[in-house]
């Protein structure tokens, strides 16, 4: 039994740091240049304002809009933070909170498709964000900055 503990902490810890890094790309051509902040935050939110945005979620999308530059950077900086805490396995359950919320935001900002679209489509077209919320689920119900992480160096530092 310990066995197996011991490889699902393994294996855990592996997703973790692999989502991280995946996040520290993600962050890094948002942050290393202003192009996303001014011009690419901006194209993207707008498009799925028009065209793929959940109705309730417009308002607030359209208020992103007017302050694209701070949220352009935001979103960078959130994906930075998140990208550090999965590979140091450092703060993993407030940061995958996080990331759950930030993957919901994609999904209701990417939910809609054209009328008459088949709705397996719908779920199809949310493969980029569903499996990563789920991860990050699974990453806080584990508790998975424990196996190879900072997470279980200041626990036990603590007592």
């Given at each position: 039994m310990a066995n197996s503990k011991s490889g699902s902490s393994t294996t855990m810890a592996v997703a973790r740091i692999g989502v991280g890094i995946m996040f520290l790309f993600f962050a890094e051509y948002k942050l290393v240049s202003t192009q996303f902040a001014r011009e690419g935050y901006t194209h993207w939110v707008s498009g799925w304002v028009q065209e793929t945005c959940v109705g309730f979620y417009k308002p607030f999308l359209n208020f992103t809009l007017h302050h694209s530059w701070f949220f352009g950077y935001a979103t960078?900086?959130?994906e930075l933070?998140?990208?550090l805490s999965m590979?140091?396995?450092f703060w993993v359950?407030?940061?995958s909170v996080v990331g759950a919320l930030l993957m919901l935001?994609?999904?209701l900002a990417t939910w809609h498709l054209p009328?008459?679209?088949a709705a397996w489509k719908y779920l199809g077209n949310e493969l980029d964000h569903i499996p990563l919320l789920l991860m990050f689920l699974m990453f806080y119900a584990h508790n998975a900055g424990q196996?190879?992480?900072l997470d279980k160096a200041m626990i036990a530092r603590r007592s």
């Open positions: 960078g900086v959130v933070l998140i990208g590979v140091l396995g359950r407030p940061f935001n994609m999904a009328a008459g679209t196996s190879w992480g």
